[in-house]
């Protein structure tokens, strides 16, 4: 009795347990103590089992440069998009970095193609308190370039080297001496003029040399304001020197102190003199433009314009091929007539033909001093400009059409473009 009441206790003392890989029955005895053996393998052993894997695992991925990486950007993503949250209506902060290697890496693709122009001039002083006498004396000046090609052809602004002027009291000549200074090279190179274009601004260069770094150049129709621009060239002298700023307007019309009107790119980026001829870059170092002009004086800060590099391309090989660009040419001289001075003269709103080239197109065509031209191509115009951006959207030899009014009377002609002289 007392034996089989003992078993009973016995078997009171165990619970079962099943186990779900082997679906045995196992008894263990709850009130029988824990070893210290069977603690360690229990608890301790998968413990530091785990510590270790766990080590070894960061370790491994922290050690891996590409996985690193992975790690450190998903963590910068998370706490940029958690502070975002937190900030609504505020912008997260941006390394500068990447602005700075924007630069260095425009720097660096079109420094190798930029050059450094040194003009020589003759410069004549009139005296006259005693008489008028002559005294020659030379000057200086200096410019910057692009290289267009590796055999030596460089396009820069006319302005540079082929300008030339006269004032009451001193003439300058044109160039008479062109050297050029390439990217970290000491050596003057002389060079000779291929061609100019006073119009445009424009005027191609060459020097003997070869294996020269061309520079690339973008599409400047696509430029948009706000984009990143730097300005290269060879300001007061200092050679290979950049400036950075952005895209502030593009198709600005400028007129220059010559009175002659450019459609241009406008930055912000420093343009000083000698800059012009030089680049004005996109973030990719390509060329979208020639620095040729700034705006200066009191109050004015950060305008400077550059020629659209599109606009260039016909110029540049025409420069090349013929030294000179081929234009239509009609063959008058016009004045604008304002409504003012149209209703001043019993005339009406247009062109008013001052003078007529003989042999000309116009002439040709039967145009006759005192008419006012008032239609191009179909469309009503009253300024010169507009009747000389028709114009030039036509080849030589083209046919234009134009509508004058001749004493009250509205006639129609067909002109046929000459070359202009």
Do not use: W
């Not at 200086?140 to 080297?161: M, P, R």
């Not at 009451?168 to 044109?174: F, I, N, R, T």
């Not at 400077?304 to 260039?312: C, E």
């Amino acid at each position: 009795m007392e034996e089989n009441e003992k078993k009973e206790k016995n078997v009171q003392n165990f619970r079962t347990v099943q186990n779900p890989n082997t679906y045995k029955t196992i008894y263990k005895n709850e009130s029988t103590p824990k070893s210290k053996i069977g603690f360690g393998r229990g608890f301790l052993l998968p413990f530091f089992s785990g510590a270790v894997g766990c080590a070894v695992v960061l370790g491994t991925c922290l050690g891996v440069p590409s996985i690193r990486s992975k790690i450190i950007n998903e963590t910068s993503h998370i706490e940029s998009t958690t502070n975002n949250s937190q900030n609504s209506g505020y912008v997260s902060q941006t390394s500068l970095s990447n602005y700075s290697d924007t630069a260095v890496y425009a720097a660096n693709k079109i420094l190798p193609s930029i050059v450094g122009i040194e003009v020589e001039y003759n410069v004549n002083s009139l005296m006259s308190m005693f008489g008028r006498q002559t005294q020659a004396s030379t000057a200086t000046a200096s410019g910057s370039g692009i290289i267009i090609s590796d055999d030596g052809y460089i396009l820069t602004n006319n302005h540079i080297v082929a300008s030339s002027s006269s004032e009451s009291y001193y003439e300058v000549s044109e160039a008479t001496k062109l050297t050029v200074t390439l990217f970290n090279d000491e050596t003057k190179y002389e060079a000779k003029i291929i061609g100019t274009d006073e119009q445009t601004d424009l005027a191609v260069i060459k020097i003997e040399k070869t294996g020269l770094s061309k520079a690339e150049f973008a599409d400047s129709d696509n430029i948009k304001v706000g984009e990143f621009a730097m300005a290269v060239g060879n300001p007061l002298g200092m050679q290979s020197s950049i400036t950075c700023g952005v895209i502030s307007a593009v198709n600005r019309e400028v007129t220059d102190s010559d009175g002659k009107k450019f459609t241009l790119i406008q930055t912000d980026a420093a343009i000083n003199s000698g800059n012009s001829g030089g680049a004005l870059v996109n973030n990719e170092g390509k060329v979208i433009g020639i620095n040729t002009l700034k705006l200066s004086g009191t109050g004015i800060e950060g305008m400077g314009f550059a020629i659209p590099i599109n606009a260039t391309t016909d110029i540049t090989s025409q420069l090349i091929q013929y030294s000179k660009v081929k234009r239509p040419y009609i063959g008058i001289s016009g004045m604008d007539l304002t409504e003012k001075t149209a209703k001043a003269n019993n005339l009406v709103v247009g062109i008013y033909v001052k003078s007529i080239d003989d042999f000309s197109a116009g002439e040709k065509a039967g145009l006759k001093i005192g008419d006012v031209i008032i239609e191009a191509d179909g469309k009503k115009i009253t300024t010169m400009d507009e009747l000389n951006e028709i114009k030039n959207s036509h080849k030589i030899g083209d046919e234009m059409k134009i509508k004058v009014n001749r004493d009250g009377q509205e006639k129609e002609l067909t002109l046929t473009l000459g070359e202009q002289p």
